[in-house]
C-alpha cells in the first residue's frame, strides 16, 4: 500500500506561518465536511473503521499522533507530525490513530456529509469487504 503524503505549502514570514487549502489544489476532491479532534485523554486510541466511500484528508495542525492504514493486505504505520501535510485516506482502508500527543490537534477535511451507514467499524467485516468487493462499493452492505 501506499501511503499518500500531500505537501502543503506554508507561507512564512516573520509574523509566523500559513497554509491554505484549496479544492482542486493541495486537496484532492471537493471538501464538503470538516472537523477536528482535540483532547484526546492520553493513552487513549480512536478510529478502529474504515469507510466504503468517504476520502479525507488528516493533518496535524499541533501535536502529533500515529496512524496505522490497512488496505486489508498490509498495514502501514505513520506519524503524523507536520501541519504542512496531508495525509490523504481513501475509501476502503481501517484506520486506527494512537499515540496521541497531549496537545495533539487533527483536521479532517471529508469530501462527503457524515453518515454512519459509511463506516465498517467491525474488522472482519472489513476484511470480508476488502476480500470480496476488492475496494469500493457500497451495495455490498445493502
Ligand atoms: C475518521 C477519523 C480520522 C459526527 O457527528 N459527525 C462527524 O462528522 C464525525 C466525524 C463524527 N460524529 C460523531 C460520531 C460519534 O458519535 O462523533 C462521534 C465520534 O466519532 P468517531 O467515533 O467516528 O470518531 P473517531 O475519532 O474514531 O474517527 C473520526 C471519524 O469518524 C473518521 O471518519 O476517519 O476520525
Same mark, same amino acid.
Given at each position: 500500500?501506499?501511503i499518500k503524503l500531500l505537501p502543503?505549502?506554508?507561507?512564512?514570514?516573520?509574523?509566523?506561518?500559513?497554509?491554505?487549502?484549496?479544492?482542486?489544489?493541495?486537496?484532492?476532491?471537493?471538501?464538503?465536511?470538516?472537523?477536528?479532534?482535540?483532547?484526546?485523554?492520553?493513552?487513549?486510541?480512536?478510529? &478502529?473503521?474504515?469507510? @466504503?466511500?468517504?476520502?479525507?484528508?488528516?493533518?496535524?495542525?499541533?501535536?502529533?499522533?500515529? &496512524?496505522?492504514?490497512?488496505?486489508?493486505?498490509? @498495514? =502501514?504505520?505513520i506519524?503524523?507530525?507536520?501541519?504542512?501535510q496531508g495525509l490523504l =485516506?481513501?475509501?476502503?482502508?481501517?484506520?486506527?490513530?494512537?499515540? &496521541?500527543?497531549?496537545?495533539?490537534?487533527?483536521?479532517?477535511?471529508?469530501?462527503?456529509?457524515?453518515?454512519?451507514?459509511?463506516? =465498517?467499524?467491525?474488522?472482519? @467485516?472489513?476484511?470480508? &469487504?476488502?476480500?470480496? =468487493?476488492?475496494?469500493?462499493?457500497?451495495?455490498?452492505?445493502?
Amino acid at each position: 500500500m501506499e501511503i499518500k503524503l500531500l505537501p502543503l505549502q506554508s507561507h512564512g514570514d516573520d509574523r509566523g506561518s500559513l497554509i491554505a487549502l484549496e479544492e482542486g489544489k493541495n486537496v484532492p476532491f471537493k471538501i464538503k465536511r470538516v472537523y477536528y479532534l482535540y483532547n484526546t485523554k492520553p493513552g487513549v486510541s480512536r478510529g &478502529f473503521h474504515a469507510h @466504503k466511500n468517504l476520502k479525507q484528508v488528516v493533518i496535524a495542525v499541533r501535536g502529533s499522533c500515529r &496512524f496505522v492504514l490497512d488496505d486489508g493486505d498490509e @498495514k =502501514i504505520s505513520i506519524l503524523l507530525d507536520n501541519p504542512a501535510q496531508g495525509l490523504l =485516506i481513501e475509501s476502503g482502508i481501517w484506520r486506527e490513530m494512537h499515540n &496521541f500527543s497531549e496537545d495533539c490537534v487533527l483536521m479532517v477535511l471529508a469530501d462527503s456529509l457524515y453518515s454512519e451507514e459509511d463506516y =465498517i467499524r467491525d474488522y472482519n @467485516k472489513f476484511l470480508q &469487504f476488502h476480500k470480496n =468487493i476488492g475496494g469500493v462499493h457500497d451495495s455490498f452492505f445493502k
